[in-house]
């Protein structure tokens, strides 16, 4: 079966500039969750998304944001790179919403965006 | 800030020998958590997790501890491997949220 998927694999932009990312959930999942990890840091949320809705935020600005599709697939877009935005974008799938239940959260690959 | 944290960055092991990596978290609202590997190049991967109403938890070579007392977690790899090398990352998620909050990491390397 194929897992998380996420693309492109790497990006590079420049300051000022827009980047939307992509991420394709397992078949069945229907909540898709954004983190951000900086080289050297674990993984710190952004965003989390269920039946097509936001149902949790992490402490990001407004220049990030996402959305989720009928299919359960979902873009995460920045606006305004600034250098700091460099990272690795990491995007994860869940059957349910985790937090009505214990349920795994499966990371795809990740998307390497570098902002010159 | 954090809640998260790990006591040791980097951790240096002998092949065979058994790994402990530790983890400690400050928030009591927190009813689950997972260890992550992240090798290089690669999401996380999840390993193994545990429910706050438990104090341990094992699987293929790896056992998950909770002291909630102490708010600590720890995972210990049995029989290290070269293919053990990589980041790990302890994870914890709060009472009625979804989303997860992890530490910073700690690197193992496993020396043959």
């Known amino acids: 079966d194929a897992g998380v998927t996420q693309s492109p694999t790497h990006l590079i932009k420049t300051r000022g500039q827009q980047v939307t990312l992509r991420c394709s959930p397992i078949?069945?999942?229907?909540?898709v969750s954004w983190y951000q990890q900086v080289l050297g840091q674990g993984p710190q949320f952004i965003f989390q998304y269920y039946e097509k809705e936001e149902r949790g935020r992490g402490n990001f600005p407004d220049r990030f944001s996402a959305r989720q599709f009928p299919n359960y697939s979902s873009e995460l877009n920045v606006n305004a790179l600034l250098l700091g935005d460099s990272a690795l974008y990491l995007c994860a799938s869940s059957i349910r919403l985790a937090g009505s239940s214990y349920n795994e959260q499966f990371f795809g690959p990740g998307t390497r965006l570098t902002v010159l | 800030g954090e809640s998260v944290g790990l006591h040791l960055p980097t951790l240096s092991v002998q092949e065979g020998d058994n790994s402990i990596i530790n983890c400690a978290y400050s928030?009591?609202?927190?009813?689950?958590f997972i260890w992550y590997k992240q090798e290089s190049g690669k999401g996380p991967q999840f390993i193994i997790d545990?429910?706050?109403?438990?104090d341990k938890r094992q699987g293929q070579r790896v056992t998950v501890l909770l002291n909630k007392t102490v708010k600590h977690l720890s995972l210990q790899i049995a029989a290290t491997q070269p293919g053990d090398s990589a980041v790990y990352f302890c994870?914890?998620?709060?009472?009625?949220?979804?989303?997860?909050?992890f530490g910073k990491g700690t690197k193992l390397s496993v020396k043959p």
């Open positions: 545990i429910r706050s109403n438990m």
């Open positions: 994870a914890e998620k709060r009472r009625g949220q979804g989303n997860l909050i």
């Open positions: 078949s069945g999942h229907k909540s």
């Open positions: 928030n009591s609202a927190s009813d689950y």
